[in-house]
């Protein structure tokens, strides 16, 4: 469908990473830099396994901390702070996919106030 052929909406909410730009992330070094943090804590018994994706091992290292809701919060505080390091170093390269930058300009001319 293209989106002149779409009804005029209030909102577009979109995925950024993948699906407006590429940004090349590497994840697997993410990867790493969370283990490495899950170790730090102590948690990285049992969830050490390759194909869980990132977020979901700072889901699994939040659960275990279920004791204590200041320490959960700060364990997940700085999982997040090295997601989003890791994330910006590779914001200066991204570059959208074709076609998306006209595409978002016309949707912004569908948007209902």
Same mark, same amino acid.
């Not at 407006?20 to 990867?31: A, G, K, P, S």
């Not at 170093?89 to 998306?100: K, N, R």
């Given at each position: 469908?293209?989106?002149?052929?779409?009804?005029?909406?209030?909102?577009? &909410?979109?995925?950024?990473?993948?699906? +407006?730009?590429?940004? !090349? $992330?590497?994840? /697997?070094?993410?990867?790493?830099?969370?283990? %490495?943090?899950?170790?730090?804590?102590?948690?990285?018994?049992?969830?050490?396994?390759?194909?869980?994706?990132?977020?979901?091992? &700072?889901?699994?290292?939040?659960?275990? +901390?279920?004791?204590? !809701? $200041?320490?959960? /919060?700060?364990?997940?505080?700085?999982?997040? %702070?090295?997601?989003?390091?890791?994330?910006?170093?590779?914001?200066?390269?991204?570059?959208?996919?074709?076609?998306?930058?006209?595409?978002?300009?016309?949707?912004?001319?569908?948007?209902?106030?």
């Amino acid at each position: 469908m293209l989106p002149t052929e779409l009804p005029p909406q209030r909102v577009w &909410v979109f995925d950024f990473d993948g699906t +407006l730009v590429q940004t !090349r $992330i590497d994840f /697997e070094r993410m990867r790493f830099a969370i283990l %490495q943090h899950l170790e730090e804590w102590g948690l990285h018994k049992g969830i050490l396994d390759r194909e869980v994706y990132v977020l979901e091992l &700072v889901a699994r290292g939040r659960a275990m +901390l279920a004791d204590s !809701r $200041i320490r959960r /919060e700060a364990f997940v505080q700085g999982a997040m %702070q090295i997601i989003e390091a890791i994330e910006m170093e590779t914001c200066p390269h991204a570059s959208p996919f074709p076609g998306v930058p006209e595409t978002l300009k016309q949707l912004s001319r569908m948007v209902v106030l």
